[in-house]
């Protein structure tokens, strides 16, 4: 009886689930502790054990102590393309078509090559089905393989020059300042940085000289004249208002306050001026933009160039002026004619003075009047004869600045030229199947024409990008002579004086275009831009646009400033 009573209580003993105790915090770190220092000899030998022992799965874990816990929050993945200002410095080179040019003059040679193969391959197919030639699945299979192949051999072939050439030609792009116009520049900084050290200092008067010495042997004006004075005063207070244009935000807040009844002031432009960064700034400020959302813009440092060389060359037959040149030292200048001074004073008579004298002595008092002679009279141009001056020099200024020269040294002698010969060489390749029928001399010819369709090809581009940067720096003059104190509505009237005459400033020794016929490269140019009015009148439209244009922001700026 007892041993039943015994057996009883035992068994509602085990079968009574006792309340779960579970660990503090304290206890649970030990625990873990513990587990922690466990042998690897401790946990299971098997390979295909994937979790933990026992004890940690069935264990309930409480929250644990705030100061022992972390919270996770996951961060945004911050990857760069570090590789793209490197390549981007390859391509952006005068080497980078010529390497374009390569790639596809391989891709040629292959291509043809692999079109035969390929039709090859599809005919013994296609005839085996029709003429029911018995052949094995191992020799359809083999050429239905050289299909494939060749195929994907051909889009490779086709692919990289493709992909190179656009490569070159995003690499080079780029906004011109103040206008905002995209452009292409293929020279690499370390071309850009040659050019300008071969025409710093003396180097830019030599070029000149040589530009010049194709009209002849031209006398130059020394710096004594009071006309190489009275110019060169002009042109140092036109380039006062350069570091406005980088900061016109800041340096003139109050530019709507002008309206119709004074000079106007252009509004702040959507891209300010810049210098032009180097390879190193730009990889620079890429890392730097990858990596912090907040970076900064585009570095830049003060704008390389004034002040501007400046010659005076006495040529009365001549009314006009060209820039040339590029970089700081000197490296760019200003030639202008004495035939525009000329011109000048016969619309608007010259005024003569007398010089400033110091106070007379006691002894020229007495006695000056019996020895002496009075002083001879100076010359002082009038300050409308100083506008007209000053416009043409804003105007050669706006070339200098926008780095024009660059863009037409880019785009006549690489550009252009090596896009040609790109084209040329896959018109040859398309037509060799049937020029190879009818010998060489056929072969020679077509060569020979390809040449001279490039050579007026270029005259084409070369025309239509000169009628570009006419009009721009046209548009930038004006905001160059507002910011200078002088009343931009003025270089209106100035243009369309020199509309029937030679109007348009020439950048390279030319002046004057000759005359052309219906049929002509400048003809044809102005059928590609879509206009067959006169250059001048486009020029003298787009500056009136302009000015307009300036208004208009004034009013909705005053509008929204006041409300």
């Known amino acids: 009886m007892m041993l039943r009573c015994r057996t009883r209580s035992l068994l509602k003993t085990i079968s009574r689930p006792e309340a779960p105790s579970f660990p503090t915090a304290g206890r649970l770190q030990s625990t873990l502790a513990r587990i922690h220092r466990t042998p690897r000899l401790a946990y299971p030998k098997s390979t295909s054990y994937r979790h933990p022992p026992l004890l940690l799965s069935t264990l309930f874990v409480p929250p644990l102590h705030p100061r022992l816990s972390a919270g996770f929050h996951s961060t945004p993945r911050n990857q760069g393309l570090p590789l793209i200002p490197l390549l981007a410095s390859i391509f952006k080179a005068s080497a980078g078509l010529e390497i374009v040019r390569t790639a596809s003059r391989i891709a040629l040679t292959f291509i043809p090559w692999l079109l035969f193969k390929k039709h090859k391959s599809k005919r013994v197919i296609k005839y085996a089905a029709i003429h029911g030639v018995p052949a094995s699945e191992e020799t359809k299979q083999k050429h239905l393989k050289k299909i494939r192949v060749s195929t994907k051999l051909l889009q490779l072939l086709l692919a990289v020059p493709f992909l190179l050439f656009w490569s070159t030609v995003i690499a080079s792009l780029e906004r011109t300042p103040l206008t905002g116009r995209w ?67 800041e340096l003139c807040p109050n530019w709507m306050q002008n309206g119709p009844e004074t000079q106007p002031l252009p509004p702040p432009a959507d891209f300010p001026l810049r210098p032009r960064p180097r390879g190193s700034e730009y990889l620079r400020w890429f890392c730097e933009s990858l990596t912090n959302k907040h970076c900064s813009k585009i570095p830049g440092g003060p704008i390389p160039g004034p002040p501007y060389s400046l010659l005076v060359v006495e040529k009365p037959d001549s009314s006009n002026a060209f820039s040339y040149g590029f970089g700081p030292n000197g490296g760019s200048g200003v030639v202008v004619y004495s035939g525009f001074l000329d011109d000048i004073f016969s619309r608007m008579p010259l005024q003569w003075e007398a010089p400033e004298q110091a106070p007379p ?83 020679d010819a077509v060569a020979q024409l390809g040449k001279v369709g490039s050579g007026e090809l270029v005259k084409i581009s070369e025309y239509c990008t000169s009628a570009k940067q006419e009009i721009e720096a046209d548009v930038v003059s004006a905001r160059i002579l507002a910011h200078a104190g002088f009343d931009a509505r003025d270089a209106v009237r100035f243009w369309e004086n020199r509309s029937g005459a030679d109007g348009e400033c020439a950048r390279h020794g030319q002046h004057g275009q000759p005359e052309e016929s219906t049929n002509g490269p400048m003809t044809v140019a102005r059928q590609i831009m879509s206009s067959t009015h006169p250059i001048n009148q486009i020029r003298v439209d787009n500056l009136k646009q302009e000015l307009a244009r300036w208004e208009k922001e004034r009013r909705r700026a005053l509008s929204a400033f006041q409300s």
Do not use: C
Not at 186 to 204: F, Q
């Open 361 to 443: 002595s006691l002894w020229s008092r007495l006695f000056g009047g019996l020895f002496s002679k009075p002083a001879p009279l100076h010359p002082a141009p009038t300050p409308e004869q100083t506008t007209e001056l000053a416009i043409l020099l804003a105007h050669e200024m706006a070339h200098l600045i926008l780095a024009h020269h660059l863009e037409s040294l880019s785009s006549v002698n690489v550009i252009v030229p090596g896009t040609l010969s790109i084209v040329s060489d896959v018109i040859r390749v398309l037509i060799f199947p049937i020029t190879m029928l009818f010998g060489p001399f056929v072969n």
């Open 183 to 249: 452009r292409m520049i293929l020279l690499s900084p370390e071309e850009e940085d040659e050019i300008a050290s071969h025409l710093a200092g003396p180097g830019w008067y030599k070029s000149v000289g040589d530009i010049l010495a194709e009209e002849g042997s031209p006398r130059i004006i020394p710096s004594s004249d009071w006309r190489y004075e009275w110019v060169q005063d002009t042109l140092r207070q036109l380039e006062a208002s350069i570091p406005v244009l980088s900061r016109e935000p």
